[in-house]
């Protein structure tokens, strides 16, 4: 009885904290070899810390000891791409940073479990959990095509962030895949990146734009267009997107200033000017240096 009123106490108080949904998986559900297969091809291209952490992404027990459950979150972002003249930015990057903007409120839900007795460990996309794994083993949606969390009504356009928690709350089932026949996000990929479920980040302008290290190949620049952090193009088509559109917090949206940044501010940025601007945003991943050389590369 004790837990049902956790989950329940669990449930409504991350929707107070503005969270889209709760779910609880168990944190011993079997992953597979597909993160172990994916890693083996290259797929991962330089996020060598994919592979330094893997055993962790397998076995939460490893984040923490006595861990029963995983408490997978989502939180949403904009269906609306607010466009800048030149350079466009990914929706989820386009407002706040979302790792900050979800760490008090995990916090907040850590202190909620404790009361019941929970030990918990809090991450949002900062740690090497598997969240869209857990996220449809905690019933939140599906993995699409383009490997990212799908759900029935809400689409994709959502962050992630899970509790690990000693607690053994209700268990929530897994939601089956409901992506049929179709391969929209597949076919639409300008770079060819996605299959059999996959994501090819050595093909990913998402990689490219944020994570790469290395320069862009010619033929992913190519067809990159004016893409200055990341790309929504596989959500973009995915029939699932667009049909409700939540209520947001507004730290999610892009700010006037941003929106009206002209290109070449980006490209010719100072470090203090990128201090000023980015303290709080998710652009900081990609670095000054990126940002500024995807800038020249957009305005050659
Ligand atoms: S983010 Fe863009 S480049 Fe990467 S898989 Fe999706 S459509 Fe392709
Ligand atoms: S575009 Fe189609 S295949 Fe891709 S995630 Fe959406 S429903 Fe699934």
Redesign the pocket.
């Known amino acids: 009885m004790e837990m049902l009123a956790a989950a329940d106490a669990l449930r409504r108080v991350s929707l107070e904290l503005g969270f889209s949904a709760c779910g609880v998986a168990d944190a011993a559900a079997a992953q597979g070899d597909t993160l172990r297969d994916w890693l083996a091809s290259g797929a991962h291209a330089g996020m060598g810390w994919m592979e330094s952490h893997l055993e962790a992404r397998l076995n939460p027990e490893l984040l923490l000891p006595g861990v029963k459950r995983v408490v997978m979150l989502s939180y949403e972002y904009s269906r609306e791409d607010a466009r800048r003249e030149q350079g466009r930015i990914?929706r989820y990057a386009q407002g706040q940073d979302y790792h900050r903007l979800l760490a008090p409120k995990l916090a907040d839900l850590d202190e909620l479990l404790q009361v019941f007795g929970g030990v918990q460990r809090g991450f949002a996309d900062s740690g090497p959990v598997s969240e869209r794994f857990f996220a449809q083993q905690a019933g939140l949606g599906w993995l699409g095509r383009?490997?990212l969390l799908v759900r029935p009504k809400l689409g994709s356009y959502c962050v992630l962030a899970c509790l690990l928690t000693t607690l053994e709350l209700p268990l929530d089932a897994p939601m089956p895949n409901r992506c049929g026949s179709c391969h929209s996000?597949e076919q639409?990929?300008?770079?060819?990146?996605?299959a059999d479920g996959l994501?090819?980040?050595r093909?990913?302008?998402?990689?490219?734009t944020i994570e790469a290290k290395e320069a862009m190949p010619a033929d992913?620049q190519a067809v990159a267009g004016d893409?200055l952090f990341?790309?929504?193009?596989?959500?973009e088509?995915c029939p699932w997107n667009g049909a409700v559109a939540p209520t947001l917090d507004a730290r999610m949206l892009m700010p006037d200033t941003l929106a009206s940044m002209p290109l070449a501010e980006f490209s010719s940025m100072s470090e203090a000017d990128f201090e000023r601007y980015f303290a709080g945003s998710a652009l900081r991943r990609a670095g000054l240096d990126r940002l500024r050389e995807r800038a020249r590369q957009i305005e050659e």
């Open positions: 990914a383009h490997g996000c639409s990929c300008p770079t060819a990146a996605l994501c090819d980040a093909r990913c302008l998402s990689y490219w992913v893409r990341g790309c929504d193009i596989c959500q088509a």
